[in-house]
């Protein structure tokens, strides 16, 4: 069992900056990879960002290429995830989560385990 608890979240003006932080607890923190995802009102989860195991691979979802920045600390059992070039339509709700295999890191059915989730809004 893994148990992920999400912080950092926020309101802020388009084109700023935040840094949510992922901090795990349970079994071996550095056998999972680590995904971003985020639920915007009426619509369905989506892949944001993910992270192997010792943060050698990452991948992003186009939208947010060269904007947003994945990381993991394996020492300190967290995850991250900077965010900046904020849009308006970056707003939504942001989980971690964990999962056993990078297959399909893309996809919210691979994951084994998620956070509560972290408000992010971004105002115009």
């Known amino acids: 069992q893994v148990q992920l608890v999400e912080s950092g979240g926020g309101l802020v003006q388009a084109g700023g900056s935040l840094r949510l932080s992922c901090a795990a607890s349970?079994?071996?923190?550095?056998?999972?990879?680590m995904g971003w995802f985020r639920q915007a009102p009426g619509k369905e989860r989506e892949f944001v960002a993910a992270?192997?195991?010792?943060?050698?691979?990452?991948y992003y979802a186009d939208s947010v290429k060269g904007r947003f920045a994945i990381s993991r600390d394996n020492a300190k059992n967290t995850a991250g995830l900077q965010m900046n070039g904020l849009k308006l339509e970056d707003t939504a709700i942001y989980y971690c989560?964990?999962?056993?295999?990078?297959?399909?890191?893309?996809?919210?059915?691979?994951?084994?385990?998620w956070g509560q989730g972290t408000q992010v809004t971004v105002s115009s």
């Open positions: 989560a964990a999962a056993r295999s990078y297959r399909n890191y893309y996809n919210p059915t691979a994951y084994d385990y």
């Open positions: 349970g079994r071996t923190f550095s056998g999972y990879i």
């Open positions: 992270i192997t195991w010792t943060g050698t691979n990452t």
